[in-house]
């Protein structure tokens, strides 16, 4: 074995789709999460009440990192990682398809948390405000995560599709 | 009869009947009193009741108590539950509570005594914690902070910046005036701590060099003895301040079994404001009192005699007129009404509407269950909110929200079932092999995604084209029967057309391309019957084709439902994979019984969230923009609002 096949066969390539599916969906949903955390912990210092309802909104910033996991997931069990079902080589060509599928959510996943954090932190400005509209603040912030579970489903199917 | 229908009731009568006629209106509860506006014929005969400032007392009344109340909550063995009800108390222990209240209201002032007590405790302690933080860099100094100057030399402490470089000044003014004596006593990230002694008349000479090193003085003049004994004397003043606030603590625990007393007066004091409320919303003359409000159209008779039974007035129901609006109260079947729950958030029906709880509660059901889709925890949402609502009486929000949890749940459970999801995979974990079990009645999502992508457009076009029916439904109702025809129909027609065409074989796909091009004629020709001139007409109705591709965005939009049922099953599965990892031995067990039961507890918790956002989502955007406008406002009976109590023995209309 050549010593860059170490490095670039199928196998590490796939799994390298799914980190890369991890980081980067994580990485914006712990950006998210922390951001509304923050606005919340602001408005539950005026008013203790209010922190079931804060939490809720904090919440929806944290899906794209459990897509990700999702993703990630999805992929280990088909090349065997977990599970141990016994697939064989995989060629670069299919471990390259497997990283390329999990680009949307990884991508998306990434951005979506941020903007979906900016919705949920102007949802906690109507919770401090007008708690009882608090499901309109949710559902402002939820209209983002529609690009989330797009790109899931994007992922999903792909790494479904792709024949071993 | 989905929105209760409402009549106009005026009442005139008497001034010195005023206060008691309101109170038995608040005992029935159903009739909402509305702000008086007199007109130009009425302005000049009667003058509003300016009750504002009674109102403003009362609640500034209600929260003196409501802080009393917090204050022995924190000593009150008895601890209220998230779902306990109401306490039920009698009229007469009521009214017993109620006549001694000179006696609660000394607790009252008490306890608010003791609070003004504690927050001077409390700013005292912080004082004395600021000296001590101050003091502790100067600890290692063992001269008294009173020492005083000599006749010919000066005692001084001073600090310096952690940046100044303390060794070199220390050197250079032994070197320049050596008549000086320096000691570094502490330094921090901060500063550097000094202490300097020098004769008087070197002075100058001493500050010009320190100021190149960035000193500057401390004085600690106000405090006799060393840092140590200082620190010392403030931490026995905060022992005693702790050993004060426990004294003052107990004082107030004393009242704790008070407590009940101060929420019946809490509750006494909230319907006197009430009252008060809806009294500034009447209009009187020197002995006659007006007042305009809603009821409900199947009590009006009722609530007539009874009034007029009681007193002597007038009392004029009528009907609204066309198109105007009244206040909203629904009524719907006990199956659905736990949904209005999901309607209101996004805005009350108007009077003039439909009520669209009904269309939309078997959507909101089917979506939720097949978003979270695993029949264990279905069954944990079932029986967990079955028990509480059997174990408490709970009311209003919470007994809808814990119906609807219920309801749900049954979904759940359903979807589960036939999606193969228990606990995500935990069956095949134990051994059970059983394909119906495994891999669901119907079919595994996770083996053949694309199938339920399939059904989940399937259920989103149904849902849509309910939608689209009510709103021909509003339009007919409305009288604009073409315009339904027209706008839905056609629609309808051309839609279904282009699905039969598109998946549809042999004679199905003959059929929607026939239907297709008919609906996309038929609009072609009316969707511009508004505009004006022939090519207008044509050039708009062309373009409303364009429309299509609305409705299949829409379709897709769907897609989260596949998106989110995968979620729940595949973290599940996670979840178990994870737990399972340290084998089938003892230790292993437990592991995996630990792990169970957080993460799917977990699990259920986000996908809960998950599911009742995205089927609300799919409702409110989807399914609400096709045809239903919002706006209504909400039926506010005037009524005995409490917040502790229930009294019993009320008059029931």
Known sequence: MAWYEIFFNGKALAVLGAAVAVIFAGMGSARGVGMVGEAAAGVVTEDPDKF???????????????????????????????????????????????????????IVGYQSAICQARAAVAGINIVAKRPEELAKGITYAAMVETYAVLALLASILAVTGIQL | MAIVDMNKISII?????????????????????SDFIPDDQWSELVTKDETESDVATLEADLMRIKSSIEYLSKYNSQKRGLFAPKKEISTQEYNEIIQNREHIWNIVDQIAHYD????????????????????????????????????????????????????????????????????????????????LIYVNSLENEVMTLLKQYGFAKVSFNDFHGTAQENINKARQEIEKIKEKRKEILEHISVFAGEKEKLEVLYDYLLIQK??????????????????????????????????????????????????????????????????????????????TEVDPNAAMAPFY???????????????????????????????????????????????????????????????????????????????????????????SFVFGAIHLFVGMGMQGYNLIRKGKIWDAVFDVGLWYVFL???????????VLNDIGKYMSIAGAVGLILTQGRSKEGIIKKLFSGVLSLYNTTAFFSDVMSYSRILALGLATGVIGTVINTMGSLFGTNVIGIIIFVIVFIGGHIFNLAINVLGSYVHSSRLQYVEFF???????????????????????????DV
């Open chain 2, 365 to 455: 059901f089917m979506f939720f269950g097949l978003m979270l889709g695993d029949a264990g925890y279905g069954l944990i949402m079932t029986i967990v909110t079955a028990i509480i609502l059997k174990k408490y009486k709970t009311e209003g929000l919470m007994n809808k929200l814990l119906k609807l949890g219920c309801l749900c749940g049954i979904s759940t459970f359903f979807w589960g079932a036939m999606f193969g999801g228990w606990f995500g995979d935990f069956p095949s974990r134990i051994g059970i092999t059983n394909d119906k079990i495994v891999n669901g009645i119907w079919f595994n999502p996770v083996n053949d995604p694309m199938k339920l992508l399939i059904w």
């Open chain 2, 13 to 33: 009568g008497l001034q010195k009947n005023k206060e008691e006629m309101i109170t038995s209106l608040m005992k029935m509860g159903v009739v909402e009193v």
């Open chain 2, 496 to 506: 279904i057309g282009l699905v039969l065409f598109g998946v549809g074989k042999g």
């Open chain 2, 625 to 651: 923009g096709k045809f239903y406008e919002g706006g209504g406002k909400a039926f506010q009976p005037l009524k005995i609002k409490t917040k502790y109590i229930n009294l019993k023995n009320e008059e």
């Open chain 2, 274 to 351: 009430d009252r008060k409320e809806a009294i500034g919303r009447l209009a009187h003359t020197n002995n006659v009192f007006v007042l305009n409000g809603w009821v409900p159209r199947e009590l009006s008779e009722k609530v007539e005699k009874t009034i007029l039974q009681k007193y002597d007035c007038i009392v004029e129901i009528k009907r609204p007129e066309e198109g105007e609006e009244f206040p909203v109260l629904l009524r719907n079947h006990p199956l659905v009404e736990p949904f209005e729950l999901i309607t209101e958030m996004y805005s009350l029906p108007k009077s």
């Open chain 1, 52 to 106: 079931g309802q804060t939490l809720l909104l904090q919440a929806l910033p944290g899906t794209q990192g459990i897509y990700g996991l999702l993703t990630a997931f999805i992929i280990l069990t088909k090349i065997g990682v977990i599970g141990g079902a016994d697939v064989g080589e995989i060629s670069i060509e299919k471990g390259m398809l497997l990283l390329a599928s999990a680009l949307p959510i990884a």
């Open chain 2, 116 to 195: 003004e007590q504690l927050m001077q405790l409390l700013s005292e302690e912080n004082r004395l914690n600021n000296l001590i933080a101050t003091f502790e860099p100067w600890k290692p100094l063992t001269v008294p902070f009173d020492v005083e100057n000599t006749k010919n030399t000066t005692v001084l402490l001073g600090v310096l910046p952690a940046i100044a470089d303390v060794e070199k000044m220390k050197q250079n003014l032994e070197e320049n005036v050596p008549e000086s004596y320096v000691e570094i006593i502490n330094a921090d990230k901060e500063q550097n701590y000094i202490f």
